[in-house]
């Protein structure tokens, strides 16, 4: 079984920042793709950021050039500095990693999510 937690949620003034993080724990062998997604009400989930095991990262349109998607492999730990936030940019965010593991088998897990609330 993996485990993820996420923390870093809260409520920001349109123009802030925030840095959310996702830490993954049991039975990995290795981690393959990171990525964060997020959920407004009324909407679609929606891919925000991904970052793959070699580092390369792809945004959507509405977050580039203002957030930022890293990982820690050393911790199996990937985070999403947001900055410039706006309004929109209100929804739960969620991450999500596809993982080896130990059994040698390749899986998705979910994070549960956390509130982003951007104020305006």
């Known amino acids: 079984q993996v485990q993820l937690v996420e923390s870093g949620g809260g409520l920001v003034q349109a123009g802030g920042s925030l840095r959310l993080s996702c830490a993954a724990s049991?039975?990995?062998?290795?981690?393959?793709?990171m990525g964060w997604y997020r959920k407004a009400p009324g909407k679609q989930r929606e891919l925000v950021a991904h970052?793959?095991?070699?580092?390369?990262?792809n945004y959507a349109d509405p977050v580039k050039g203002r957030f930022t998607i890293s990982r820690d492999n050393a911790k199996n730990t990937v985070y999403l500095q947001m900055n410039s936030l706006k309004p929109e940019d209100t929804a739960v965010y969620y991450c999500?990693?596809?993982?080896?593991?130990?059994?040698?088998?390749?899986?998705?897990?979910w994070g549960q999510g956390t509130q982003v609330t951007v104020s305006s």
């Open positions: 999500a990693v596809v993982v080896t593991t130990t059994g040698g088998y390749e899986y998705d897990y």
């Open positions: 049991g039975s990995i062998f290795s981690i393959n793709s």
């Open positions: 970052i793959n095991s070699g580092g390369s990262t």
